[in-house]
């Protein structure tokens, strides 16, 4: 794996999912106005750290009483990982640890149904957020951990949202899409699957990379860079308004988008 090299103009795999919740709030991110972290965002912090716990979990006489000893050795280490307020951290160690009891038993059930060692094979990962890199491309970003699928490197991003009643949801195959078009890049290889940890669930769903999600990858990249170049898309009809933390500029912009967008 080479070293990664940092360019103008990089297109993070965030701003994909970003674009395709409402290309106008990327639009104003990428010009220096962030939103502040809430306590949802908190709370995926803490749960994304606790479930790199969880192969070590799995192999646990009391799974329960190791994943509450990790998640008081996440909070204490929260500062230095993640800068948050002290009182949103706090409330969201609070959040994660009334979910401590449901993850621990849904955790057990899927070592039972999927088998504890190809459980554990299937997540233990190879290396944790790794920087990948397309120059090819303009796009980076860091999937959760690599981990191994025979002797290719795959992705697996961990999400603390709600599961899928089958599969992986959309712009989670995109994800997994971005990452392996990068992967393949650096390492060489076809990375073919993927894996997604839907960690509040304790669902570990594979998923195949297909080749209309590495389509709509790039074509999505290619309205992005318009984007970064100054480009204002339109807002789409169904765009996330409510709570948005860019309303205010939003109703003072005027679009100045192409059609395509």
């Keep these: 794996m080479w070293d990664v090299v940092s360019f103008v ?11 395709l919740r409402c290309p106008r709030k990327l639009y104003f991110r ?6 502040g972290p809430t306590a949802e965002y908190a709370s995926h912090l803490v749960l994304k750290e606790l479930a790199l716990s969880y192969p070590a979990a799995i192999n646990r006489d009391d799974p329960a009483g190791f994943l509450a000893a990790e998640l008081d050795r996440i909070s204490a280490e929260l500062p230095a990982i993640h800068p948050l307020d002290s009182a949103l951290a706090d409330g969201a160690v609070g959040d994660v640890r009334a979910l401590l009891p449901g993850i621990s038993e849904r955790l057990a059930s899927a070592a039972q149904r999927i088998g504890k060692e190809t459980l554990v094979g299937m997540i233990t990962p190879f290396q944790v957020e790794p920087v990948l890199v397309s120059r090819r491309f303009g796009i980076t970003g860091s999937p959760a951990k690599l981990v191994m699928r025979g002797d290719i490197a795959a992705p697996s991003i961990i999400r603390t949202g709600k599961a899928p009643e089958n599969g992986i949801w959309k712009n989670d195959r995109l994800a997994l899409a971005a990452h392996a078009i990068m992967l393949e890049e650096m390492n060489g290889g076809k990375v073919e699957l993927g894996l997604v940890e839907y960690a509040k669930s304790c669902e570990f769903r594979e998923a195949a990379i297909r080749s209309n999600d590495r389509r709509v990858v790039l074509q999505v990249l290619k309205k992005i860079h318009k984007i970064i170049d100054g480009t204002m898309p339109d807002k789409p009809g169904d765009a996330p308004c409510q709570n948005c933390g860019h309303a205010g500029l939003c109703e003072t912009k005027r679009s100045l988008a192409s059609k395509f967008f």
């Excluded at 990428?30 to 939103?35: F, I, M, P, Q």
Aim: hydrophobic share 30%.
């Design 30 to 35: 990428l010009r220096g106005h962030e939103e």
């Design 9 to 19: 103009n990089t297109v993070r795999v965030s701003d994909i999912a970003t674009y």
